[in-house]
């Protein structure tokens, strides 16, 4: 059965500090999408990023990074010199028959001034 | 708007009651989910859509929930006899083609049954 894996619970960190959230599923597909999204105090679910299984290559978008390492089944999403406006609950999550996502149970980052 | 809507956003319902939660996805997207968010958890899915045929229910956690979206556009999910284990965010999502493509969120429909 599908599984994703969110092992930090909270992580509290000061301004401009780099941060890592660690993810790790588990699939029997060898197809497969993961995702990561923000969920902050308004509620609103925000689209970060979708992997490809097929596609390891480490991607960078301004702040943020993401490293997909197949061998350890995991996606690990950095996020460089936070500022407070990163604090927010951060959920990765995998597909499942093409239009479910199983989710972790998600990161709740405190960047504190 | 340009976004996913829900409505209410707050409900607060009595045991036993009936509700109805909305969901206006973004136009023109065929596929549109429902996944349920106990408080301090990921979301879990509850059922889809692609245009006005439910595809998948195994989410559905009672026959007490129903889901329709009859002209492929608006959903409503309904809950019968609200307990308190119902409690939760219901959240709505929007996309063109299953999960393989961006899925959008609406800010969800906080319920709480008293």
């Known amino acids: 059965a599908q599984k994703v894996t969110q092992a930090q619970t909270e992580i509290s960190v000061v301004e401009k500090e780099d941060v890592t959230l660690d993810c790790v599923y588990e699939?029997?597909?060898?197809?497969?999408?993961l995702f990561w999204y923000k969920q902050p105090p308004s509620g609103e679910l925000v689209f970060l990023i979708r992997?490809?299984?097929?596609d390891e290559q480490n991607e960078i978008s301004g702040r943020y990074s993401w490293n997909f390492q197949k061998s350890t089944s995991s996606f690990n999403f950095t996020i460089t010199a936070s500022q407070v406006v990163d604090s927010a609950v951060y959920f990765c999550?995998?597909?499942?028959?093409?239009?479910?996502?199983?989710w972790g149970a998600g990161t709740k980052l405190i960047i504190k001034p | 708007g340009a976004g996913v809507s829900q409505s209410p956003r707050y409900k607060v319902a009595k045991r036993g009651q009936d509700v109805a939660l909305r969901c206006d996805p973004i136009?023109?997207?065929?596929?549109l989910f429902w996944y349920q968010q106990a408080l301090g958890q990921g979301p879990e899915f509850l059922t889809y859509?692609?245009?006005?045929?439910?595809?998948?229910k195994s989410g559905l956690p009672s026959d007490r929930f129903f889901a329709e979206r009859p002209e492929g556009s608006v959903s409503t999910l309904k809950i019968q006899r609200t307990q308190q284990e119902d409690s939760a965010v219901y959240l709505c999502?929007?996309?063109?083609?299953?999960?393989?493509?961006?899925?959008?969120f609406g800010q969800g429909t906080r319920l709480t049954v008293v």
């Open positions: 999502a929007s996309g063109y083609q299953g999960m393989n493509t961006e899925a959008f």
């Open positions: 136009s023109g997207h065929v596929s």
């Open positions: 859509f692609q245009n006005e045929a439910q595809l998948d």
């Open positions: 699939t029997r597909d060898t197809t497969y999408y």
């Open positions: 992997r490809n299984s097929f």
């Open positions: 999550a995998l597909t499942r028959l093409d239009y479910q996502l199983i």
